[in-house]
Nanobody, 124 residues
Framework: QVQLVESGGGLVQAGGSLRLSCVVS??????????MGWFRQASGKEREFVAR???????NYADSMKGRFTISRDNAKNIVYLQMNSLNPEDTATYYC????????????????WGQGTQVTVSS
């Protein structure tokens, strides 16, 4: 059983920054063996991939986030972060973290567990 709780969302002006956090509770399994991903879903749109970080730390980003967003993890604290810089109104969405045990998913459906999401709103 794994539970994910996101935090850090809010309202920010265009050009600003936010850092999202996702605390993971995984009974019986080591957090360090999870690939952690961030996704987002804007109103009326499909959920889209943002970034992922497997246990080896090799990060992967959606093209539109490269250079602006940074995913990182603290295995000692069971937390994954998403640092978002140079935000623009198109980044407005609900952001979700997801976990996949001992796998590196290429699709959202391959993740084992999801958080409840945290809202990010970027004003122009």
């Amino acid at each position: 059983q794994v539970q994910l709780v996101e935090s850090g969302g809010g309202l920010v002006q265009a050009g600003g920054s936010l850092r999202l956090s996702c605390v993971v509770s995984a009974s019986g399994r080591s957090f360090s063996r999870y690939t952690m991903g961030w996704f987002r879903q804007a109103s009326g749109k499909e959920r889209e991939f943002v970034a992922r970080i497997p246990w080896d730390g090799e990060t992967n980003y959606a093209d539109s986030m490269k250079g602006r967003f940074t995913i990182s993890r603290d295995n000692a604290k069971n937390i994954v972060y998403l640092q978002m810089n140079s935000l623009n109104p198109e980044d407005t969405a609900t952001y979700y973290c997801a976990a996949a045990y001992w796998a590196v998913p290429d699709t959202a459906t391959a993740y084992d567990a999801w958080g409840q999401g945290t809202q990010v709103t970027v004003s122009s």
